[in-house]
Antibody, heavy 118, light 110 residues
Framework: QLLESGGGLVQPGGSLRLSCAAS????????MSWVRQAPGRGLEWVSG????????YYADSVKGRFTISRDNSKNTVYLQMNSLRAEDTAVYFC?????????????WGQGTLVTVSS | QSALTQPASVSGSPGQSITISCTGT?????????VSWYQQYPGKAPKVLIY???NRPSGISNRFSGSKSGNTASLTISGLQAEDEADYYC??????????FGGGTKLTVL
């Protein structure tokens, strides 16, 4: 099970940190990703991190503004979002990968809504 | 990186078969056998239907099947049912070790 939290309303230029608490599987042997979906739009992969946290990856649209991290002792993955823009408004899904590195998502959380607006 | 190319919409009648295509490049779909397909109902999280191009997770109906030829992957749904009306997305690993999704296809069951 994947349970996201931390979404909400934030002003342009502001920051927000999303959390995703995982349970029911051995957390530290699987890669994790954040995938977002803007209202009425398709899925967009945002960022991913390997099981050991040694490798982190970002979409060009968020590179330099978002940071992904994980705490394997707490079975939790985070997404720190800075310099937020209106176009970052979306439901953010936490997603578990099939392997330690990123190859494909096989399980999804229910999502948390982030709204960037003044 | 641009999204993988999917048709915006497809439709079919109950009992028929439909196919949704997902076109990428040598750097994603064509370069790896890590294509997945997801089904998403409005307001819900996606659910995996196919992984590694052709494999179905346990519990997924054998009415769903996947294939790939060159830079294009395909999802076929046979024996179409009303409950199949949903949005469908493909995804692929890329040469940058990132994931890339398709733009999504809305399936209408007539």
């Amino acid at each position: 099970q994947l349970l996201e939290s931390g979404g909400g309303l934030v002003q342009p230029g502001g920051s927000l940190r999303l959390s995703c608490a995982a349970s029911g599987f051995t957390f530290n042997i699987y890669g994790m990703s954040w995938v977002r979906q803007a209202p009425g739009r398709g899925l967009e992969w945002v960022s991913g991190i390997s099981g050991s946290a040694s490798r982190r990856y970002y979409a060009d649209s968020v590179k330099g503004r978002f940071t992904i991290s994980r705490d394997n002792s707490k079975n939790t993955v985070y997404l720190q979002m800075n310099s937020l823009r209106a176009e970052d408004t979306a439901v953010y899904f936490c997603a578990k990968d099939r392997r330690m590195t990123l190859i494909a998502v096989d399980n999804w959380g229910q999502g948390t809504l982030v709204t960037v607006s003044s | 990186q641009s999204a993988l190319t999917q048709p915006a919409s497809v439709s079919g009648s109950p009992g028929q078969s439909i196919t949704i295509s997902c076109t990428g490049t040598d750097s994603d779909v064509g370069g790896y056998n890590y294509v997945s397909w997801y089904q998403q109902y409005p307001g819900k999280a996606p659910k995996v239907l196919i992984y590694d191009v052709t494999n179905r997770p346990s519990g997924i109906s054998n009415r769903f099947s996947g294939s790939k030829s060159g830079n294009t992957a395909s999802l076929t749904i046979s024996g179409l049912q009303a409950e199949d009306e949903a949005d469908y997305y493909c995804s692929s690993l890329t040469s940058s070790a990132t994931l890339l999704f398709g733009g999504g296809t809305k399936l209408t069951v007539l």
